[in-house]
T-cell receptor, first 113, second 112 residues
Framework: SQTIHQWPATLVQPVGSPLSLECTVE??????LYWYRQAAGRGLQLLFY??????ISSEVPQNLSASRPQDRQFILSSKKLLLSDSGFYLC????????????FGPGTRLLVL | GENVEQHPSTLSVQEGDSAVIKCTYS??????FPWYKQELGKGPQLIIDIRSNVGEKKDQRIAVTLNKTAKHFSLHITETQPEDSAVYFC???????????FGKGNQVVVIP
């Protein structure tokens, strides 16, 4: 069966510091991968998605970036965090070939102080 | 792009009663409609989904209905229990689009 991991689970970072969040998927090949952000009490905002290694689509302009160095690894990064980057970051995967169902990871709670 | 709206934003029900959450979508080409349940501090979990060639789908105490003409779909939870308390998200997508358009979520509170 497929599983999705995210780490760290919780992160407190000062403004201006760098960020690296990691997501890995097990039990599937060539998944589509997604990064979402969820502000407190709000909906899900799609940040990036990837249909393959090195292929990243950005949904919103911001100071975040994403990379996919391996088939089942998706990384969310920032060079300098802003207060507004605080939130709950969720990684998700779906199958290829038009399969729409997305499966979410446990999330990373980021607090920027 | 697709726009999905959920109503009501918060729903309180007595334990044992039924809860209904309704979503509307804008793009008539959408053909896949999942529902997710998110408990506090956790990632959303898929609980049920429906495709446009089906009008209703049931799984134990939950069911989803789809009205393509009116472009809305609903989640029905019967015999609610305290563990049903969570935020529920609906979504819609078009096959091959690789993306889901999510509603803003409904907070469901089951009162014991």
């Amino acid at each position: 069966s497929q599983t999705i991991h995210q780490w760290p689970a919780t992160l407190v970072q000062p403004v201006g510091s760098p960020l690296s969040l990691e997501c890995t998927v097990e039990g599937t090949s060539n998944p589509n991968l997604y990064w979402y952000r969820q502000a407190a009490g709000r909906g899900l905002q799609l940040l990036f998605y990837s249909v393959g290694i090195g292929q990243i689509s950005s949904e919103v302009p911001q100071n975040l970036s994403a990379s996919r160095p391996q088939d089942r690894q998706f990384i969310l990064s920032s060079k300098k965090l802003l207060l507004s980057d605080s939130g709950f970051y969720l990684c998700a995967w779906s199958g290829t070939g038009g399969e729409e169902t997305q499966y979410f990871g446990p999330g990373t709670r980021l607090l920027v102080l | 792009g697709e726009n999905v709206e959920q109503h009501p934003s918060t729903l309180s029900v007595q334990e044992g009663d039924s809860a209904v959450i309704k979503c509307t979508y804008s793009d008539s080409a959408s053909n896949y409609f999942p529902w997710y349940k998110q408990e506090l501090g956790k990632g959303p979990q898929l609980i049920i989904d429906i495709r446009s060639n089906v009008g209703e789908k049931k799984d134990q105490r939950i069911a989803v209905t789809l009205n393509k003409t009116a472009k809305h779909f609903s989640l029905h939870i019967t015999e609610t229990q305290p563990e049903d308390s969570a935020v529920y998200f609906c979504a819609a997508s078009i096959y091959g689009n690789n993306r889901l358009a999510f509603g803003k979520g409904n907070q469901v509170v089951v009162i014991p």
